[in-house]
């Protein structure tokens, strides 16, 4: 895919802006973006598995398995933040392994149905295992993230993390997509068997999509518990997990922009109603309005309103990129 | 030896049987047509050979090895590839993307090429792509959208997907069906060519014209069973196929 002038352009200046939100917004911008990266990690990460034509509703529940053992291991066994991360990603990546292994045979409906209960198994597990996760009281009392033996104190500090970890997570996911993976994945989620057909072990490839996937939402999850410091079993229940699927088709699923555009949009527009039963019915609103007007999500906003401004006034022009 | 060589192949659905004790060999370098009317089978014997379905009984065996029962994409490692009725491709790919998937099987690149490497595909990959690609007549349209391809090249393509994957042994499912007489024409000499690089070919097709001026073996099926066999001059005047043919016909109507 040919990557024009101005895309590369708009993304410097993006980048630039995000570098120097710390000099320009208060504290509560920075906590804000900082949620927003977490966002789009989680977001970004269930890109794979639904290319390849699985509908994930239980992307929460990777990300619950990840915050959970990053914060005990470091607030039990004192295991400095990078290992914690990387073992909270790692497990909720075994986890994905263990439960896409089996259930990843069945399709459509079938698997989606696995995961929805499967988010609600591990919301369960985090609510009564009251010993280790301190149920529903909370687990508080999470450390600080740290790098390399420095706390990360300050929130401007910890605005860089998420924003290093998300640049990251999104460059891994960007290279695989634009290689024969992603190719293979895209196969498999447009016909199957003509995959099957040349000889891509479909199952595997499914798998690896669906359980690269939990690590990275293992490692938002991981993140995500030393930021907020508090962990809250329902916080990661089935109204996440739709919310990540939302950003997804609200974002629009035929770009790798896709996922970052509706998790950025949704996370900031619903950010007055956090917390409230109207963040529910604003993402139905939103859900709704983006099937109904807007097929394609978000990204395929500008070429339509080219389109339309292209036709307003009398004149075609061919549109320089697809 | 025969490459292929199926003995009692029978497949059941229920109560009904698909595919009943069928024995079809075919040799190396051979061009063989398996024909029949509606309903006779041809279609599950093709899902038989590749793996989509297992068989309710009987044994396939490739190249001197027991295949019977392996998932379709460990056959495609031994080298029997299959193409598909009607134009079953990636439509929202490019033609060239859709052959490099083909060639999925024999890509040599690791996890840290694809993270660190800034070309998407190797440049060799990509250059026997295009030759592939050249070799079917595709060459000018490598970077068109498969939807947007004529229906013509659009079948073609579903060979040159078959053909990245280098096949000793090519299953193709009606490939000139729907084809005009200049197109159809294009694509059974693409087929002999392909043969004469030495690929046993294997075909089910219903445009007669086609199966007799290419095939050098014809296999007819009826009703799951094997009914003929024989050179085309041979299946064409035997008094059972065309009773099968017309006969079919006549209870229909």
């Not at chain 2, 698909?18 to 509606?38: C, M, R």
Request: with cysteine; hydrophobic share 50%.
């Amino acid at each position: 895919m040919p990557r024009s002038a101005g895309t590369a352009a708009a993304l410097i200046v993006v980048l630039a802006l995000l570098l120097s939100l710390p000099f320009v917004g208060g504290d509560y911008y920075l906590y804000l973006f900082a949620l927003v990266f977490t966002n789009i990690i989680l977001s970004a990460s269930l890109r794979p598995s639904l290319t390849c034509g699985q509908l994930n509703i239980g992307h929460s529940a990777f990300m619950c398995i990840g915050a959970y053992t990053s914060a005990l291991l470091a607030k039990n066994l004192g295991v400095p933040f990078e290992v914690s991360l990387l073992c909270g990603a790692v497990l909720a990546a075994a986890v994905g392994l263990a439960i896409g292994y089996p259930s990843l045979r069945l399709r459509g409906v079938y698997f989606a149905m696995v995961t929805v209960a499967f988010v609600e198994a591990v919301r369960l597990i985090a609510s009564i295992w009251v010993p280790l996760t301190r149920g529903n009281a909370g687990l508080s009392g999470v450390p600080k993230p740290t790098l390399l033996g420095t706390t990360l104190a300050t929130r401007t500090s910890q605005y860089y993390l998420a924003l290093f970890l998300m640049l990251v997570v999104l460059l891994v996911l960007y290279k695989l997509e634009h290689s024969r993976l992603g190719l293979i994945w895209k196969s498999i989620g447009m016909v199957d068997t003509l995959a099957q057909s040349l000889g891509v072990n479909v199952a595997n490839y499914t798998l690896l999509a669906f359980s690269l996937g939990c690590f990275f939402a293992g490692v938002a999850g991981a993140f995500y518990a030393h930021f907020i410091r508090f962990l809250f079993p329902p916080e990661f229940g089935f109204l996440l997990a739709t919310n990540i699927l939302i950003y997804n088709f609200v974002g629009g699923r035929g770009h790798f922009a896709g996922p970052i555009v509706g998790a950025a949009f949704l996370s900031l527009l619903s950010e007055p109603f956090r917390g409230s039963p109207y963040e529910t019915i604003f993402f139905s609103i939103v859900m709704l309005a983006t099937i109904l007007f807007l097929p394609g999500g978000l990204i395929m906003l500008p070429g339509k309103l080219a389109g339309l401004w292209r036709s307003a006034s009398g004149t075609y022009a061919p549109s320089g990129h697809a | 030896m025969p490459l292929l060589d199926t003995r009692n192949l029978t497949k059941h659905f229920g109560g009904l049987a698909a595919v009943s004790h069928v024995g079809l060999t075919v040799d190396e370098g051979e061009i063989v047509g398996l024909i029949g009317p509606n309903g006779a089978g041809k279609t599950t014997c093709f899902n038989l050979l590749s793996g989509f379905l297992r068989p309710t009984a009987g044994t396939i065996v490739f190249g001197g090895e027991d295949i019977t029962g392996l998932r379709p994409h460990r056959i495609v490692g031994r080298g029997l590839v299959r193409t598909f009725q009607l134009t079953t491709l990636f439509q929202d790919m490019t033609a060239l993307e859709n052959v490099l998937l083909g060639m999925h099987l024999h890509s040599r690149r690791g996890l840290p090429q694809v993270l660190f490497s800034r070309r998407r595909f190797p440049p060799d990959e990509v250059a026997r792509c295009r030759e592939v690609l050249e070799f079917t007549g595709l060459g000018s349209h490598a970077d068109r959208l498969a939807r947007n391809l004529p229906h013509g090249h659009q079948r073609v393509l579903g060979i040159a997907m078959a053909l990245a994957a280098r096949p000793r042994f090519l299953l193709l499912d009606e490939p000139v069906t729907g084809m005009n007489l200049e197109e159809s024409g294009r694509v059974m000499a693409l087929v002999k060519t392909i043969r004469d690089r030495g690929t046993t070919i294997l075909l089910v097709e219903h445009n007669m014209r086609a199966v007799m001026g290419t095939c050098e073996r014809i296999v007819v099926l009826n009703f799951g069973q094997k009914l003929a066999e024989g050179t085309p001059a041979e299946v064409s005047t035997n008094p059972q196929v065309i009773e099968a043919y017309l006969g079919a016909g006549v209870e229909r109507a």
